[in-house]
């Protein structure tokens, strides 16, 4: 399929074997839809850092950007972008180089307003980031009077394959919804994430009532500890992913599935003849203010 750039205009719709992409420019003011100006406010984060780990690692861009929303998930309006960079004191490496568009010369001296940073975190009822399992981490390691805020996850949140996407990557979402960005900066990443939250599904509803809704639901963490290394695959079907740190194969469930993972759990996993090193589950009771930690 070909691809055709066009100006700042209305996605077209597909027509053929052409998909018309437009620059994407989130620009500060209303956005012309919802009721109003909204009453209640979100705030997008995105980080640039060193490496995976945010024990042996640190930031060194942050962008922020808050925007209102009405009752229906409607974004209303777009706050002002902000954006730090940080020294890590250290050389960055040439795969974070490559990947980030930055260099040594781009940080040498800089550093994030800490105070401003939190304050502006802690204005908004939710952070969302695009991975909150990796954002969360590290702002709140680098940003301590932040912890404990509320976060959604726009990745993890929202059903996109319901929707019509074809995956996750924050890039290919917009592409899909017909726009482009420049690059994988934290400012055009948060500036992408808060579009794709204004997609509307069949029945005419953003992305982001839907994030929101499922954000706000409890549920319970389920460590399979214990697990032996033969049901691994068992595990991964079901849906557990590997946490390094933890060395455990863990998964989030609802409440209303709890008991029902339970029995799943104790046929497959703690049954004698799965030679689990375990009798049970670990399970930890998650919110909006401890998940994605």
């Known amino acids: 399929m070909s ?59 942050l962008a922020l950007r808050r925007f209102r929303y009405d009752r229906d998930g409607v974004v209303t309006d777009i706050d002002e972008a902000f954006e730090w960079r940080e020294d890590p004191g250290t050389p960055l490496t040439p795969e974070i180089q490559a990947l980030t568009g930055l260099s040594d010369a781009d940080l040498v001296g800089r550093e994030i307003d800490e105070d401003a940073a939190t304050r502006l975190l802690g204005s908004a009822s939710f952070v969302v ?3 909150a399992k990796f954002d ?15 976060w959604c996850c726009s990745m993890a949140q929202v059903d996109w394959k319901t ?11 917009l592409v899909q919804a017909g726009y482009y960005h420049c690059g994988h900066r934290a400012s055009a990443d948060v500036d ?68 029902e993972e339970q029995f799943w759990l104790a046929g497959h996993v703690y049954a004698v003849e799965a030679k689990p090193k375990a009798i049970c589950p670990d399970l930890e009771r998650v919110t909006a203010r401890n998940r994605f930690l």
């Not at 969360?136 to 509320?150: K, Q, S, T």
């Open 192 to 259: 992408a994430m808060i579009q794709i939250l204004r997609h509307r599904d069949a029945a005419d509803r953003p992305a982001l009532a839907e994030m929101i809704e499922t954000g706000a639901r409890p549920g319970w963490i389920v460590r399979a500890k214990g697990a032996d290394f033969g049901v691994k695959d068992l595990l991964k079907e079901r849906g557990y992913r590997w946490s390094s740190n933890d060395k455990v194969w863990w998964r989030e469930i609802e409440d209303a599935r709890l008991v």
């Open 3 to 61: 691809i055709k750039l066009a100006v700042d205009r209305a996605p077209a719709v597909e027509d053929g074997v052409v998909r018309v992409l437009h620059p994407l420019r989130i620009r500060e003011g209303s956005t012309g839809e919802g009721e109003g100006r909204g009453s209640y406010i979100g705030i997008g984060v995105d980080v640039e850092t060193t490496g995976l780990d945010p024990n042996t690692g640190g930031i060194i861009e």
């Open 136 to 150: 969360r981490r590290w702002v709140e390691n680098r940003l301590p009077g932040a912890r404990g805020l509320n």
């Open 129 to 131: 980031a695009h991975n």
């Open 163 to 173: 929707r019509g996407f074809d995956g996750k990557v924050l890039g290919y979402l």
